[in-house]
């Protein structure tokens, strides 16, 4: 097929189904990345070993393990739908961090990770009449981490009077 200066040529068949493979290949890995950023986060935040039978200890399966400070001085900024949680770097910018959260009294998931030497991370979409709690690890290596405390909103639910 000739080709003429100004017009573009219209893909073939092939070319097309491949534009979309790759596209789906990188859907793909994009789930799988995401999917093992909650792995880790689901398995730092229930490390809570399960209690042995009464009257001894039994063996505790080897999981992460606490190492070096936790974060600190975790604050939340609660703007209705959105809230910005900020702590400081115990670590001045050598690691990254995992924020965890979710609805008050309920178990906590991952939401982000947050790159060495960021200290805030913004939850946008949540809902103003619902209480929500957060917390963030400071992660030193695949199975080392330190987790700083939960904090908590406490959203006034009383009805206005008239």
Known sequence: MP??????QVPEEGESRRGRALVAVAVAGAVVAVAAVVGVGVVLLNREATPGPAGGSAPTAAGPATSGPPPGDLELRDDATTITITWSDPTNGTVP???AGGRAGQDLGVMATVDPGETSYTVNGLNSRVDYCFTVL??????????????CTNR???????
């Open 3 to 8: 080709t003429y200066p100004g017009y573009s």
């Open 97 to 99: 961090f995992m924020v």
């Open 138 to 151: 400071a992660v030193y290596s695949t199975d080392e981490f330190a987790t700083s405390g939960q904090v």
């Open 156 to 162: 006034d639910r009383s009805t206005p009077s008239t």
